[in-house]
């Protein structure tokens, strides 16, 4: 971790616990409007960070701008328009497999044509992927099996990195680890307080007041360099506290953007402010580990212990430890067989048979094309962003509170997004019986099916028991209607079926009924005993007496059971 980085920024935060949630936009936080699209946006995902700051101040941060994204290759031989028709075909699809075909909720943020050089096999040359950024978090798994499963553009897009959930992505896009600090160039302050049971718990430390932040200087260039920005910098980072009565109204967000922690500190702040990325010095030692190194060298240094701080280097190790064990021995054996045996067969070839519908020979016309990622020509190499590249969706707050005018107030959707509306909006490819297929059959199984049916013969053993009180007439008149009318007979069996309501009602009837009669069985020589429980129990204990009397046998057991 960069020294300077602590240097440069407001503020950092400990990265102790990390999660998101989705939050409606925020005007110079979040976007409003998606660029790719035009349409205003209605929820944004947002990182969430608990730790505390240098100073020892606990603080809550909210990081905005950030969107969890896959890669899927880029087909040899398609256009600019392909990403938006996979957008808006993937959007369709998503909403089918939610049984939602007729709604226009958008799940793809952005698509971004880029180039990069693929994980397997050896390639001199960058590829073309494309980069889809999604709105929530959730819909990246269900978006990539539709991909995988050719649902959309009649193709195979294998995604990449669609199995990285979003706080991964954010740590490593972003050079962060566990216990890290997360430096910002740029925080805004949440106003108010959060109430909770320790509030009447008296402060351990007296309330610090904030000093003024500009000295008086007769040089009007330092007064006019003087801000609110500038005067937090002045202390170091380890002396840096933040009160939110002292601090200016520039620095505070507007008061409907409430507050959700009991934090002492509760901070915004957008992906572009974060100075971390741009640390990639190397190190041999866990990077999380070397933050923890380096912050007790930090404090030994101010404490004024000079004894040096070093890694424990590895313990010897034995010489019999490079011996192989019996385990190994046994396996490596076991493996030379293996290939000898392997090498006896390498002459043997099986014929296969291509009428054969179900043979490996004819798999691959069963199976729809998979797309390999096309070869990025000269021309677009040096205009393609790489895929490594971090997306700024937000700019920094820096230039934001410098320029107010490029923050839009107000959702007006521009020439690219209609032009995406008008144009690509309905040449969506989109395999919809695949989609209805892959949904009913990842959602039950053999198993799954011989529960409906053991659930159905329970339903008609309850509709037997509940109907039970009906004429053996009307039900010959009932099967009489049935083979008259198919329809009659159609409904008759839809209606042996039952929704799930009625089963389930019909079974809890049935399983009710069964337990209050045993229970009647098992009680019923309480109920017919007199109301008298004095002259019961003297009852049983004159018989039992009276028993002990006539037969010895009763005692010599007794006996040998207390024994």
């Not at 974060?274 to 041999?284: C, K, P, R």
Request: contains cysteine; glycine residues 4%.
């Amino acid at each position: 971790m960069s020294q300077s980085q602590s240097q440069d920024a407001l503020i950092s935060v400990r990265l102790v616990v990390v999660d998101h949630y989705m939050s409606q936009p925020v005007s110079g936080l979040d976007p409003l409007i998606s660029d790719f699209r035009g349409y205003s946006i209605r929820k944004v995902p947002i990182i969430r960070v608990f730790g505390s700051t240098t100073a020892g101040q606990k603080a809550c941060l909210h990081l905005h701008g950030i969107f969890p994204y896959m890669y899927v290759p880029m087909p040899s031989g398609e256009q600019e328009g392909f990403v938006y028709r996979l957008a808006a075909s993937l959007d369709k699809a998503i909403n089918i497999s939610m049984q939602q075909g007729s709604s226009n909720v958008q799940h793809v943020y952005k698509a971004v044509k880029v180039s990069g050089i693929p994980m397997y096999g050896y390639h001199p040359r960058q590829h073309s992927f494309v980069k889809l950024f999604f709105y929530n978090p959730f819909m990246v798994k269900r978006a990539a099996e539709l991909l995988t499963g050719g649902a959309v553009m009649n193709r195979v897009l294998q995604p990449h990195e669609s199995h990285i959930n979003m706080e991964l992505q954010f740590m490593m896009d972003y050079n962060l680890q566990g216990m890290n600090q997360v430096h910002l160039r740029h925080v805004m302050f949440r106003q108010g307080v959060l109430h909770d049971e320790y509030d009447d718990i008296e402060p351990f430390f007296p309330p610090r007041t904030g000093q003024s932040s500009c000295q008086d200087s007769s040089d009007q260039d330092s007064s006019i360099l003087c801000s609110p920005h500038s005067s937090l910098m002045k202390d170091p980072p380890d002396q840096r506290f933040f009160y939110l009565d002292d601090l200016d109204d520039s620095l505070k967000l507007p008061r409907d953007v409430t507050r959700q922690s009991t934090s002492e500190l509760e901070v915004d702040a957008v992906a572009a402010d974060i100075l971390n990325h741009q640390d990639l010095t190397g190190s041999s030692m866990n990077p999380g580990l070397v933050a923890l190194w380096e912050d007790e060298r930090e404090r030994r240094r101010k404490l004024g212990i000079s004894d040096p701080l070093t890694p424990p280097g590895s313990p010897p190790r034995p010489a019999k430890a490079m011996e192989s064990s019996e385990s190994e021995k046994f396996w490596y054996e076991r493996f030379l067989n293996i290939v000898k045996e392997k090498k006896l067969l390498d002459g043997r070839t099986d014929t296969q048979d291509s009428a054969d519908p179900d043979a490996t020979i004819n798999l691959d016309r069963k199976l729809r094309p998979h797309v390999y990622a096309a070869e990025t020509s000269d021309k677009e190499l040096g205009s393609l962003p790489s895929a490594t590249q971090l997306e700024s969706h937000v700019p920094t707050l820096s230039e934001s509170m410098l320029d107010c005018s490029g923050l839009p107030t107000t959702p007006r959707p521009g020439r690219r997004g209609q032009y995406f509306q008008d144009s690509f909006a309905d040449q969506t490819i989109v395999d919809e019986e695949l989609i209805n297929a892959s949904q009913v059959g990842s959602g039950l199984d053999d198993e799954d099916d011989d529960l409906v049916d053991l659930l159905a013969d329970l339903a008609t053993e309850a509709d037997d028991v509940l109907d039970g009180k009906e004429t053996v007439e009307s039900d010959k008149d009932l099967f009489s209607e049935n083979s008259q009318s198919p329809s009659i007979k159609s409904k008759s069996q839809k209606s042996s079926q039952g929704s799930a309501k009625k089963l389930s009602q019909a079974i809890t009837e049935a399983l009710d009924e069964d337990d209050k009669h045993e229970t009647l069985e098992m009680s019923q020589v309480v109920w017919d005993t007199d109301d008298n429980w004095d002259d019961f129990d003297k009852t049983i204990m004159e018989d039992l007496a009276r028993d002990l009397d006539t037969n010895d046998d009763i005692i010599d057991d007794m006996e040998d059971m207390f024994k």
